[in-house]
């Protein structure tokens, strides 16, 4: 049973329908949280650097796909996945707290008071080592995880998957 491939021209018009999206997307949520949160511009763009990589990666896609659609498939590109997945998971957890305390408390005081949580239970105010109780920690924190396990994965897939070597056909 053999498939039937993409021609560029259609895989030129998928991937600028996406980043068409993305674009629109993105700049609507910008302005969103320009407006309605009282998130430094540094943290808005954390949150808003995923659909930049998303963007990027159509882009790079998009490229190739053009390029050659009777190319052979890359080896290891799960294992890639599950490795970039694992990296990002691991960044993710290890700096977005900290990134939490700097937009609520600014870079300067973090750094002089070595300020970090206490106790990070679901559905209480988490407490801070200054002994402050924080309620809206856990949603700032679940913004800046994702978005940080975003801008981990995508630039690590991206810089990576041209050295795979090619499968043989």
């Known amino acids: 049973m053999s498939r039937k ?11 600028g329908a996406g ?12 302005y969103w949280m320009r407006t309605h949160t009282p998130l430094p511009l540094w943290g808005e763009l954390l949150i808003l650097s995923p659909v930049t990589f998303v963007l990027g990666f159509i882009g790079m896609c998009w490229r190739h796909a053009a390029r050659s659609v009777e190319t052979p498939p890359r080896r290891f ?6 490795l970039a997945g694992c990296l990002a998971y691991f ?10 305390l700097i937009s609520l408390y600014g870079c300067p005081r973090v ?5 970090h949580f206490v106790s990070t239970e679901k559905a209480v105010p988490w407490v801070v080592s200054n002994g402050d109780h924080l309620t809206d ?6 913004d800046i995880d994702s ?23």
Do not use: N
Not at 137 to 142: Q, R
């Open 77 to 82: 590109a799960g294992l890639l996945l599950v």
């Open 91 to 100: 960044v993710s957890q290890r700096y977005a707290k900290f990134l939490v």
């Open 111 to 115: 750094l002089a008071d070595h300020l």
């Open 5 to 15: 491939l993409l021609t560029p021209r259609q895989v030129g018009l998928i991937c």
């Open 147 to 169: 978005a940080l396990m975003s801008a981990v994965f995508f630039p690590t897939c991206l810089l990576i998957f041209p050295l795979l070597p090619r499968r043989k056909i």
């Open 19 to 30: 980043m068409l999206f993305l674009l629109v997307l993105g700049i609507s949520d910008f």
């Open 137 to 142: 920690a856990e949603h700032l924190w679940g």
